[in-house]
């Protein structure tokens, strides 16, 4: 089956640094990615929407110059925390779609996610 | 906007017995995929079943199964024999049509199976 593979799987850094957030479709090629937030026990928030060679669409109230989303191949998606904060720490998750099955009724494949505490 | 909608956080079930976890929503649209994601405490997403708005039959697949009221707008899931893997949190989610069109999330549920 479809594998989508999300590195780090945990990840800590010190307050004011940046993180980076792979996200890869290992078995096919993704024109889409969406990126989640998920606080303990809450639902899958979206933060934005990627698309493979331009800008990504980001939901109200998420801050592009923050959460930097890179989408230059058909295969990789990152998710950059910039001048991280302890307000950030909490659980990131990718998805994507296969770029084959264009049907909206197609589902989409999640990475495991990665937990990033900003100390 | 799509509006989804699951009122009850937790919910507990015996083992072998049948649970019902219920999801509303709200849309303008006639057109739609509804669907049930389980999340393990692992916290990977894992698809359980999904409905298609147009079809009348309700989806099912092995021990899950949807009761799908498109005029009341609700997407309630059974679970027959419930096991111990059961043990999740689940989510009611929406897709509009459109190829790049995202998945709205409800808020969760979390079910726990009594041994």
């Known amino acids: 089956g479809a594998v989508v593979s999300q590195h780090p799987s945990r990840v800590i850094c010190k307050s004011g640094t940046s993180v980076k957030i792979e996200c890869r479709s290992l078995d096919f090629q993704a024109t889409t990615m969406f990126w989640y937030r998920q606080f303990p026990k809450q639902s899958l928030m979206l933060m934005a929407t990627?698309?493979?060679?331009?800008?990504?669409?980001?939901e109200q109230g998420v801050e592009k110059d923050k959460f930097l989303i890179n989408h230059a191949s058909l295969t990789l998606s990152t998710l950059t925390v910039t001048s991280a904060h302890p307000e950030d720490s909490s659980f990131y998750i990718c998805?994507?779609?296969?770029?084959?099955?264009?049907?909206?009724?197609?589902?989409?494949?999640f990475g495991n996610g990665t937990r990033l505490t900003v100390t | 906007a799509q509006t989804v909608t699951q009122s009850q956080p937790e919910m507990s079930v015996q083992e072998a017995e049948t649970v019902t976890l219920s999801c509303t929503y709200d849309?303008?649209?006639?057109?739609?995929?509804l669907f049930w994601y389980k999340q393990p405490p692992s916290r990977q997403m894992i698809l359980v079943i999904r409905?298609?708005?147009?079809?009348?039959q309700n989806a099912t697949e092995n021990r899950f199964s949807v009761n799908f009221q498109k005029a009341a707008k609700s997407f309630s899931l059974k679970i027959s024999d419930s096991q111990l893997g059961d043990a999740a949190m689940y989510f009611c989610a929406y897709r509009s049509p459109g190829a790049n069109s995202k998945l709205t999330f409800g808020k969760g549920i979390t079910l726990s199976v009594r041994p």
């Open positions: 849309t303008s649209e006639s057109d739609y995929y």
């Open positions: 409905q298609e708005a147009y079809k009348q």
């Open positions: 990627s698309n493979e060679g331009s800008k990504a669409t980001y």
């Open positions: 998805s994507a779609k296969d770029r084959l099955r264009s049907s909206y009724n197609s589902p989409l494949h």
